[in-house]
């Protein structure tokens, strides 16, 4: 079990002006944010670090999505960090999300949905080291 998860505030969020309120959320529920930058994906990056859902349908809506506006990667310390963090941000659905997560507060849609999250230690792992080196890590 690993004790960091990746996360990113993404377009949506940030348009929304959210980046305060998710980022007080995270905090409070108890993460250190151990690396974090505030960036605006290419459409290239964005392809890149989608790249396992290449091929499906929503594939090209979700890197334009993602590369329509700046967005705010982290990465998470905690224990337990991945399987916490999904039940913090809710269902990817908002409508389906439990009262008070992430994305029953700030998501509105299925696809503007506030926050990205890990699914898997190993993810988080591999999802973090997309976004940061060891240097850029406290």
């Not at 993404?10 to 930058?37: E, H, R």
């Not at 334009?64 to 990667?73: E, K, N, R």
Request: glycine fraction near 8%; charge should be negative; aromatic fraction near 10%.
């Amino acid at each position: 079990m690993s004790n960091i998860t990746f996360t990113m505030i993404k377009p949506d969020g940030v348009a929304n002006g959210y980046i305060g309120k998710i980022l007080d959320q995270i905090t409070s529920a108890g993460y250190k944010i151990v690396a974090m930058k505030y960036l605006h994906l290419t459409a290239k990056t964005a392809g890149e670090f989608y790249a396992v859902h290449n091929g499906r349908p929503f594939y090209n809506d979700l890197v334009s999505f993602m590369s329509s506006g700046p967005i705010v990667a982290a990465v998470l310390e905690k224990e337990n960090a991945v399987a916490d963090y999904r039940v913090l941000i809710g269902a990817t659905d908002p409508t389906k999300a439990d009262v008070g997560t992430i994305r029953n507060l700030y998501a509105k849609s299925i696809d503007a949905n506030a926050v990205h999250g890990s699914d898997s230690d190993e993810n988080a792992a591999i999802e973090a080291s997309f976004f940061f080196s060891s240097l850029e890590r406290f």
